[in-house]
């Protein structure tokens, strides 16, 4: 599940400017993200260890344009304030690591696994 879901954020990574030159950021943006949060609720409803592989499979794909999609949209919109906004940004990035696993255990001790992708 997660091994399959890295390697497919990895893999997609490349299709981005080819995406992105074919229909263009804010369309390729709204699709990622919709695609993910399609990916991550279907990943709730897995009914089998096969359907939830499949699911993280395409969530990975959705999220390896997603990811630049969305530093991309930000560093359009920082223009000058770049600097600042990218120290903002980073936080986020290198505190994920950090908590995520901790929140994750939170949510497994008083909910079902289901839930990780619910809130996703």
Request: with cysteine; charged share 5%; hydrophobic share 60%.
């Amino acid at each position: 599940v997660v091994s399959g879901y890295l390697l497919a954020l990895a893999l997609t990574l490349p299709l981005n400017g080819w995406l992105v030159s074919r229909l263009g950021g804010r369309e390729v943006y709204l699709w990622c993200f919709g695609a993910f949060t399609l990916t991550s609720g279907l990943c709730a409803l897995a009914w089998s260890a096969p359907s939830l592989i499949v699911f993280r499979l395409l969530q990975g794909m959705a999220g390896g344009l997603l990811a630049p999609m969305a530093q991309m949209t930000v560093a359009r919109v920082a223009g000058r304030q770049m600097p600042r906004v990218a120290s903002a940004m980073t936080a986020p990035v290198l505190l994920a690591p950090l908590f995520g696993p901790v929140v994750a255990g939170a949510i497994l001790s008083i909910a079902s696994w289901r839930w990780i992708f619910l809130l996703n």
